[in-house]
């Protein structure tokens, strides 16, 4: 089941224009694994969103996605890995 931000959280999303912060520390599964342990339909699914990125980590999906839900000028502090900046991610 999918999480729908806007309808769990309207008065962060909607009212306000989106979140102050994010912290968290995402799942790290290589863009080769992905599939492998999550799904080819999970996969396809974040790629149909952010666009093919055949071997970004998954953890490069959950910073797209926190940036996306925050207001302008805003936090994100997500622990990453090194294979943030490398390769396809």
């Given at each position: 089941m999918m999480f729908h931000w806007p309808l769990e959280?309207?008065?962060?999303?909607?009212?306000?224009?989106?979140?102050?912060?994010?912290?968290?520390?995402?799942?790290?599964?290589?863009?080769?694994?992905?599939?492998?342990?999550?799904?080819?339909?999970?996969?396809?699914?974040?790629?149909?969103?952010?666009?093919?990125?055949?071997?970004?980590?998954?953890?490069?999906?959950?910073?797209?996605?926190?940036?996306?839900?925050?207001?302008?000028?805003?936090?994100?502090?997500?622990?990453?890995?090194?294979?943030?900046?490398?390769?396809?991610?």
């Amino acid at each position: 089941m999918m999480f729908h931000w806007p309808l769990e959280f309207p008065e962060a999303i909607v009212k306000r224009g989106g979140f102050d912060a994010f912290v968290g520390n995402p799942p790290f599964i290589g863009g080769t694994r992905i599939s492998s342990i999550l799904g080819s339909e999970y996969l396809s699914f974040i790629q149909s969103i952010w666009g093919k990125g055949n071997r970004a980590d998954i953890c490069s999906y959950f910073f797209l996605r926190t940036t996306s839900l925050l207001k302008v000028n805003c936090v994100v502090g997500l622990i990453a890995t090194n294979t943030i900046a490398q390769g396809s991610t």
